[in-house]
Protein backbone atom coordinates (compact mmCIF):
# COMPACT_ATOMS: atom_id res chain seq x y z
CA UNK A 1 0.00 0.00 0.00
CA UNK A 2 1.32 2.94 -1.11
CA UNK A 3 0.62 6.82 0.97
CA UNK A 4 0.28 9.84 -1.40
CA UNK A 5 0.62 12.63 0.75
CA UNK A 6 -1.07 16.11 -0.80
CA UNK A 7 0.63 18.96 -1.27
CA UNK A 8 -0.95 22.44 -1.84
CA UNK A 9 1.55 24.78 -4.20
CA UNK A 10 3.31 27.41 -3.08
CA UNK A 11 2.19 30.85 -3.38
CA UNK A 12 3.68 32.37 -7.02
CA UNK A 13 4.12 35.97 -5.49
CA UNK A 14 4.89 37.44 -2.39
CA UNK A 15 2.40 39.06 -0.46
CA UNK A 16 1.36 42.79 -1.22
CA UNK A 17 3.52 45.50 1.24
CA UNK A 18 0.01 47.68 0.94
CA UNK A 19 -1.92 44.76 2.35
CA UNK A 20 0.85 44.07 5.47
CA UNK A 21 0.56 48.01 6.01
CA UNK A 22 -3.11 47.96 6.18
CA UNK A 23 -3.37 45.48 8.85
CA UNK A 24 -0.76 47.86 11.32
CA UNK A 25 -3.43 50.39 10.14
CA UNK A 26 -6.08 48.67 11.01
CA UNK A 27 -5.17 46.52 14.42
CA UNK A 28 -5.48 48.97 16.80
CA UNK A 29 -9.05 50.64 16.39
CA UNK A 30 -9.55 52.15 19.71
CA UNK A 31 -6.66 54.55 18.63
CA UNK A 32 -8.46 57.93 16.93
CA UNK A 33 -5.11 58.62 14.98
CA UNK A 34 -2.54 57.16 12.87
CA UNK A 35 -0.40 54.59 14.50
CA UNK A 36 3.30 53.97 14.26
CA UNK A 37 5.26 50.75 14.63
CA UNK A 38 7.88 50.58 17.50
CA UNK A 39 10.35 48.03 17.28
CA UNK A 40 12.80 47.07 20.62
CA UNK A 41 15.40 45.37 21.03
CA UNK A 42 14.85 43.60 25.03
CA UNK A 43 16.21 40.79 26.43
CA UNK A 44 15.37 37.33 26.51
CA UNK A 45 14.48 36.83 30.07
CA UNK A 46 12.94 40.36 30.13
CA UNK A 47 10.44 38.79 27.30
CA UNK A 48 9.69 36.06 28.95
CA UNK A 49 9.10 37.92 31.87
CA UNK A 50 6.28 40.09 30.47
CA UNK A 51 4.50 37.51 28.29
CA UNK A 52 4.09 35.37 31.13
CA UNK A 53 2.62 38.02 33.33
CA UNK A 54 0.25 38.63 30.37
CA UNK A 55 -0.66 35.28 29.69
CA UNK A 56 -1.82 35.03 33.58
CA UNK A 57 -3.93 38.20 33.07
CA UNK A 58 -5.26 37.21 29.92
CA UNK A 59 -3.86 40.44 28.11
CA UNK A 60 -1.83 41.35 25.19
CA UNK A 61 1.84 42.36 25.09
CA UNK A 62 0.93 45.28 23.16
CA UNK A 63 -1.80 46.78 25.51
CA UNK A 64 0.38 46.17 28.39
CA UNK A 65 3.24 48.21 27.08
CA UNK A 66 0.90 50.96 25.40
CA UNK A 67 -0.41 51.17 28.57
CA UNK A 68 3.46 51.48 30.64
CA UNK A 69 4.32 54.27 28.02
CA UNK A 70 1.09 56.56 28.29
CA UNK A 71 1.80 56.58 31.98
CA UNK A 72 5.25 57.89 31.50
CA UNK A 73 4.71 60.22 28.66
CA UNK A 74 1.24 60.93 29.14
CA UNK A 75 -1.85 60.26 25.88
CA UNK A 76 -1.28 63.58 23.61
CA UNK A 77 -4.52 62.88 22.11
Known amino acids: MTKKIIMNPRP ?3 PDPATADQWVENRAP ?7 RLTLDIPVSLHRTIKAQCAMR ?6 EILELLIKK ?3 PQ
Do not use: L
Open 12 to 14: SKQ
Open 30 to 36: DVKEPVK
Open 58 to 63: DTKMVE
Open 73 to 75: YGN
